[in-house]
């Protein structure tokens, strides 16, 4: 089945420490999001890639780095300089800009 | 700066009516605008995509009609079902950018 696969489902991060989420895709997209979600907020954009070796911050992108070395993988670190990670963290893909976006089902960080 | 609101933020109906959510948003500018679905603790799933070329577009029980000059947007419901119950959540893509702008959502229950 093609779609995006994000993991884990939970994770929990201790104070200072760096965590990396994961996001794969096998429709064969270009163009990879991170957006956060907090309750009572809508979504907000951390970083995306148009394509690959490329990436460009989003509104958010303090505290936060991907990479984007292959087409189908497009992986989030949260840095110990973000200082509120606890959130849902949404990746998303589209064939290109301005094609209809695809999401995973998300995973959940909290700080312990 | 583009700003996408949702009326209203929660909605409840008894099963079998027909219901609409609506989104505007602040600058008429967009290439286009996606409605999304979100079951609670999940991702997001696509519901409709309209080009800003388009009035509407419809799938099943769904329609989705785009006003781009009043910077307006409804998804039309037709025969409610419990299974509807989710939050519906629009977001607009920029013309000179990449990235959708969401809305904060319409918390929907359906009675049975």
């Known amino acids: 089945d093609g779609g995006i696969t994000q993991s884990p489902k939970y994770l929990f991060r201790k104070e200072g420490q760096n965590v990396t989420l994961s996001c794969e895709q096998n429709l064969n997209h270009d163009a990879m999001y991170w957006y956060r979600q907090d309750p009572g907020q809508g979504l907000r954009l951390i970083y995306y890639?148009?394509?690959?070796?490329?990436?460009q911050k989003g509104d958010i992108a303090e505290g936060y780095s991907v990479s984007r070395e292959k087409k189908e993988s497009f992986p989030l670190t949260v840095t110990s300089a973000q200082k509120n990670p606890t959130a849902f963290y949404l990746c998303?893909?589209?064939?290109?800009?301005?094609?209809?976006?695809?999401f995973g089902q998300g995973t959940r960080l909290t700080v312990v | 700066k583009q700003e996408v609101t949702q009326i209203p933020a929660a909605l409840s109906v008894p099963e079998g009516e027909n219901l609409v959510l609506n989104c505007s948003f602040t600058d008429s500018a967009i290439y286009n605008l996606q409605w999304f679905r979100q079951d609670p603790g999940k991702g997001l799933t696509s519901l409709l995509l309209i080009q800003s070329s388009q009035r509407e577009q419809t799938s099943g029980r769904l329609n989705a009609s785009l006003d781009k000059s009043s910077g307006r947007s409804t998804l039309y419901i037709a025969a409610s079902q419990p299974g509807d119950s989710a939050t519906y959540l629009c977001?607009?893509?920029?013309?000179?950018?990449?990235?959708?702008?969401f809305g904060p959502g319409t918390r929907l229950s359906v009675l049975p």
């Open positions: 890639s148009q394509i690959v070796n490329d990436f």
């Open positions: 977001a607009v893509r920029r013309n000179y950018g990449q990235n959708f702008v």
């Open positions: 998303a893909s589209s064939i290109g800009g301005h094609t209809e976006a695809f």
